[in-house]
């Protein structure tokens, strides 16, 4: 082992360290976590499917959507604090029952999650595109494949 000599001062020889990186934004290594509602196009994933579903049921509670996803209840908590934040979200009162909150989609959120689905189906149609008749047909195939075992796990069917 080499020990470093000491220099005047305290300091020793070694060479400083390397800088460490900069550390990168969260939203660049997960893009899913990306505030809602920014652009219409960069909805997060994530978001997206939370509206749809939201949409789908006509509203529901914060807690049906972390039992719907399987998900931790602080980890919707967050997700719908930011949709609640880009105006996306609202929650309102149960007429049934003053105790509980449920969340509904904005006439915003309606808007945006219309421009994101449409955004969506057209560059699902655009990918692809230049792929031959018997690459779609087995790409067909394999996605009902895919869905059918989705459906079977689910309990679904």
């Given at each position: 082992m080499v020990r470093p000599?000491?220099?005047?001062?305290?300091?020793?020889?070694?060479?400083?360290?390397?800088?460490?990186?900069?550390?990168?934004?969260?939203?660049?290594?997960?893009?899913e976590r990306q505030p809602a509602g920014r652009r219409p196009d960069e909805l997060s994933l994530v978001s997206f499917t939370l509206l749809g579903h939201?949409?789908?049921?006509?509203?529901?509670?914060?807690?049906?959507?972390?039992?719907?996803?399987?998900?931790?209840?602080?980890?919707?908590?967050?997700?719908?604090?930011?949709?609640?934040?880009?105006?996306?979200?609202?929650r309102r009162l149960d007429p049934a029952d003053h105790r509980?909150?449920?969340?509904?989609?904005?006439?915003?959120?309606h808007e945006v999650l219309a421009q994101v689905g449409a955004a969506r189906r057209v560059a699902f149609q655009e990918r692809p595109a230049d792929w031959s008749g018997p690459?779609?047909?087995?790409?067909?195939e394999y996605l009902l494949r895919y869905n059918e075992a989705a459906e079977r796990e689910a309990g679904v069917g």
């Open positions: 000599v000491r220099l005047a001062g305290g300091r020793d020889s070694r060479p400083a360290p390397a800088p460490l990186p900069e550390p990168r934004d969260a939203d660049e290594q997960h893009p939201l949409e789908h049921q006509g509203g529901c509670r914060a807690t049906d959507l972390a039992a719907h996803y399987t998900l931790d209840k602080s980890t919707i908590s967050r997700q719908v604090g930011a949709l609640e934040k880009a105006g996306l979200v609202e509980v909150h449920v969340l509904h989609l904005t006439e915003r959120g690459d779609l047909s087995k790409f067909a």
